[in-house]
Nanobody, 115 residues
Framework: VHLMESGGGLVQAGDSLRLSCAAS????????LHWYRQAPGKKREWVGS????????VYPDSVKGRFTISRDTAKNTADLQMNSLKPEDTALYLC?????????WGLGTQVIVST
């Protein structure tokens, strides 16, 4: 499974941004897609997940109410809609695919939120 994230960029605090994770390859083996982020000098942080079969989503409290994940099973994509962005949301955002036997990571897309 190959993952490619896109949609990152430089935005101002309060703005919205939509990231996309496109999966290719053996996508039939993928059970769920997860979004993570990693800021410089900090641990990688989970920001949400979606199951591909029924679209069930779950988020940590740190982003609940601001971030929303959706999927398009026809396109094999999982989008991360981020609203009311804050400077502390600045990070490299990465997508992870949980497949039946292993997990796969994309290279990430950079998000910078200025004050």
């Amino acid at each position: 499974v190959h993952l490619m994230e896109s949609g990152g960029g430089l935005v101002q605090a309060g703005d919205s941004l939509r990231l996309s994770c496109a999966a290719s390859g053996n996508t039939a083996s993928v059970i769920a897609l997860h979004w993570y982020r990693q800021a410089p000098g900090k641990k990688r942080e989970w920001v949400g997940s979606i199951t591909l079969v029924n679209g069930f989503t779950v988020y940590p409290d740190s982003v609940k109410g601001r971030f929303t994940i959706s999927r398009d099973t026809a396109k094999n994509t999982a989008d991360l809609q981020m609203n009311s962005l804050k400077p502390e949301d600045t990070a490299l955002y990465l997508c992870k695919a949980a497949a039946s036997e292993k997990s796969y990571w994309g290279l990430g897309t950079q998000v910078i939120v200025s004050t």
